[in-house]
Each structure stands twice: as C-alpha cells, then as structure tokens.
Nanobody, 125 residues
Framework: QVQLVESGGGLVQAGGSLRLSCTTS????????MGWFRQAPGQAREGVSC????????YYTNSVKGRFSISRDNAKNTLYLQMHSLSPEDTAMYYC??????????????????WGQGTMVTVSS
C-alpha cells in the first residue's frame, strides 16, 4: 500500500533552518508530482511547495518563496524540503503527498488520497 513517512521536524529558533524528508513506497514515485503541505493548530491544511516528477517545475506559496527549497531524488523515492529563515508563522505539522501537477498544490488535489503521519516543525521566537 501507499506509504509516506515524513521526518526531520523539530524545535528551532527563529531564523534557523531545517530539512524535511519524505520517504515513500507503494507507488511509482517518479510518475507523480509531489508536494509539501502544512497545518498549523486550528487552521486548515495548506499547500507549501510542489514539484514536478522531473524536478524541472516547482511551485511555492508566497509566504515561503526565497526561504524554502523543494527537491526530490527519484532513485531514492524521497522528497525533501529545505527550510531557511524560519519564523514562528512556519510552526505547523508538515505533510507530504502526491499531486498531479505542481500548480495543483492544494490538499484537495492529493492524487493518491493518502497522507503520512506528518512531522512537527516548531519555531520559537
């Protein structure tokens, strides 16, 4: 079955950096665009960044442009999110999911209707 396992979250001070990873199995990773999503306490889940299967096209939500970088390794079936200049507003549970296209980087476009358990990112001020 489809499995998505996020890791790399933690507690970091404002201005710090983290690198998230999403290891996948149960589907052909290179057939899908992939994305990172986040959900802050009491808020709806939102798309953060998505990447085409080839890595050639990337989408970022405005609030993370210039600070976050998405990448993927199709040989390892793994998705990454490098996060720099973190702020308390980035505090959330971060999830990965497959999508059909990078510009469809919203939770309702989850192509496999599957979420991992998420990894928590907490940014202290």
């Amino acid at each position: 079955q489809v499995q998505l396992v996020e890791s790399g979250g933690g507690l970091v001070q404002a201005g710090g950096s983290l690198r998230l990873s999403c290891t996948t199995s149960g589907f052909t990773f290179s057939d899908y665009a992939m994305g990172w999503f986040r959900q802050a306490p009491g808020q709806a889940r939102e798309g953060v960044s998505c990447i085409l299967w080839s890595g050639s096209t990337k989408y970022y939500t405005n609030s993370v442009k210039g600070r976050f970088s998405i990448s993927r390794d199709n040989a390892k079936n793994t998705l990454y999110l490098q996060m720099h200049s973190l702020s308390p507003e980035d505090t959330a549970m971060y999830y990965c999911a497959a999508v059909h296209y990078p510009d469809q980087c919203t939770p309702r476009h989850n192509a496999l209707d599957t979420w991992g358990q998420g990894t928590m990112v907490t940014v202290s001020s």
